[in-house]
């Protein structure tokens, strides 16, 4: 952090870091006992150094950190973490920023986590996306191999994103695509919910391991369950309560999206609960169905946005459990259809298990 204080960011107060440690014990799904432990990581003076790499992105995931607040996320982070390069937050630019990766990379080799934001072309050698010259990958292949963690944030650094859609014309990938001997988190989301950044840092710190990872390497606390699964509407969907156009009776009502596009069903994440901002909203929280923006190749898988996959029925009520497991198995594609098949097995077996115990 260092250089970047002149941003003017204010030391966080203790009760600030209580909070934020609460906030992130929560998030983390671990017990209120732990809010001591989380604290005092918080407050250990060793901060380790983070080199933070933009890449083909908009900038909504920095842009996101930092309107965060209540705790002031980015100030937390900024707080816990020596940030020595950072392109959009730090004064230096042109030779002296290039100079500033250079140094930072040595000094700290072996040692400084390596937060990855875009994508990374890999088409005609990379061409499509330089700094200072150098491709993204060249950048890439420079920092990644001093770095003791690697963490992608957003879902452009997880998996492509929106670059990477279909045709794809600059070959865009994420950095596990490239990087694969090094330990690596994605924190996916476009963009990510900060405090799933936020919580991803906080417990490297305090347990000095990864988190538990789902098989795409996201934190099952943040991402191990499906929006369906958590979302207040669902009582609508299970009843088939629909919103049926935008404005409509039912939407004000706060009826069931899915008729709308939402691809709840077919997403995993968190945001019904850790939900965005100070206001606490997310996005079906504000009456626009989910578009999946957590999920590799969102932008081709869950396309039209604002239809429900063709296939599926909707749901009319009764038997409605296995209705949605139906459509969030089929939402999904072939491609990633395992993640739901084994996340739905257990209310599966629930569902079942309720209906032979009725028999
Ligand atoms: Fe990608 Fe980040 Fe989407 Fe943007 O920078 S995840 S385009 S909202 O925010 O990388
Ligand atoms: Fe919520 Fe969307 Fe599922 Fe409806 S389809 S319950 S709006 S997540
Ligand atoms: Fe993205 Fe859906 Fe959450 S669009 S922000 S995963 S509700």
Redesign the pocket.
């Known amino acids: 952090m260092s250089r970047l204080l002149a941003h003017g960011l204010m030391k966080l107060r203790r009760r600030d870091f209580l909070k934020a440690a609460t906030i992130a014990t929560a998030a983390m799904g671990l017990p209120a006992s732990m809010v001591d432990k989380v604290a005092a990581a918080l407050k250990a003076p060793e901060r380790p150094p983070v080199i933070w790499l933009h890449f083909m992105e908009c900038t909504g995931c920095t842009e996101s950190l930092l309107r965060a607040s209540h705790p002031d996320v980015a100030t937390l982070i900024l707080d816990l973490i020596s940030l020595e390069y950072h392109e959009t937050l730090m004064a230096a630019a042109g030779k002296q920023a290039e100079e500033n990766l250079k140094h930072a990379v040595e000094k700290y080799r072996n040692r400084y986590i390596c937060v990855v934001e875009g994508g990374i072309p890999t088409k005609d050698d990379g061409v499509y996306c330089k700094i200072g010259g150098r491709t993204a990958l060249e950048i890439l292949k420079d920092v990644a191999p001093g770095a003791s963690a690697i963490i992608a944030i957003g879902t452009c650094a997880s998996f492509g994103g929106v670059q990477a859609a279909s045709p794809n014309p600059t070959g865009a990938v994420g950095v596990q695509d490239i990087v694969k001997d090094k330990p690596l988190i994605n924190v996916p989301g476009c963009p990510p919910n900060p405090y799933n950044f936020l919580s991803t840092v906080v417990y490297l710190l305090t347990f000095k391991k990864f988190p538990e990872l789902d098989r795409l390497r996201r934190p099952k606390f943040a991402y191990g369950r499906r ?2 699964d958590q ?1 207040e ?2 009582p ?2 299970d009843e088939g309560r629909f919103v049926e156009q935008f404005g409509d009776e039912g939407h004000r009502q706060g009826y ?3 008729k709308m596009g ?1 691809k ?2 077919a997403t995993y994440a968190n945001c019904p609960v850790q939900r965005f901002c100070d206001v606490g909203t997310w996005p ?1 929280g504000s009456g626009h ?2 578009i999946g923006c957590t999920e590799p190749d969102f932008w081709d898988n869950m396309t039209p946005f604002y239809q429900h996959l063709p296939g599926e029925e909707v749901p009319a009520g009764g038997g409605i459990i296995r209705q949605a497991e139906r459509i969030g198995k089929f939402a999904l594609g072939a491609a990633a259809a395992g993640i739901a098949v084994h996340a739905a097995a257990g209310v599966i077996k629930k569902a079942t298990t309720k209906e032979e115990k009725e028999e």
């Open positions: 929006i369906h979302c509407r669902r609508h969907f069931c999206l899915y939402c709840g069903p079906v169905g989910c």
